[in-house]
Each structure stands twice: as C-alpha cells, then as structure tokens.
C-alpha cells in the first residue's frame, strides 16, 4: 500500500481552529480543505473563525460559501 494515502494532513501547521468532521472525511476532501485554508487571506481567517464560533459544530467548511467560491476558482 501507497504510504502517502495512509499519512494524515498537518491541519496544525495553519494554526487555525480545525472542526474534528474535517478528520473523518476522505483524504481527498482533506488535502482540498487543507489548500483552501491555506491560501485564505487575514479576511477570510476572520470571516471563517467567526462561522466556526457561532456555527458550532453544525458548520460544514465543506459546504461553505466560502470554500465553494474558492473551488471554482480554482478547478
């Protein structure tokens, strides 16, 4: 078996709060969710934290506006 489809992602390295569904999802949506964060600006960290605060655990970062602009954008 492959190692790197075995190896988890270093959401840690982002230093943003990261919902634990995100860790239950395939690695494939892992490594999308990963980019996305990471290539958000100051705005768009702000604008996610203030979702993830009020939303809780019903926020979906995969379903977001916020990453579904940032996936067509980047097909």
Same mark, same amino acid.
């Given at each position: 078996?492959?190692?790197?489809?075995?190896?988890?992602?270093?959401?840690?390295?982002?230093?943003?709060?990261?919902?634990?569904?995100? +860790?239950?999802?395939?690695? $494939?949506?892992?490594?999308?969710? /990963?980019?996305?964060?990471?290539?958000?600006?100051? %705005? !768009?960290? =702000?604008? +996610?934290?203030?979702?993830? $605060?009020?939303?809780?655990?019903? /926020?979906?970062?995969?379903?977001?506006?916020?990453? %579904? !602009?940032? =996936?067509?954008?980047?097909?």
């Amino acid at each position: 078996m492959n190692n790197t489809m075995t190896e988890t992602i270093d959401f840690s390295q982002l230093h943003l709060t990261i919902p634990k569904e995100v +860790y239950s999802v395939s690695r $494939e949506k892992q490594q999308e969710i /990963f980019e996305y964060l990471k290539n958000m600006d100051e %705005n !768009d960290k =702000k604008a +996610y934290l203030i979702a993830l $605060e009020h939303l809780g655990s019903s /926020f979906n970062i995969y379903r977001s506006n916020g990453f %579904n !602009d940032w =996936k067509q954008t980047n097909k």
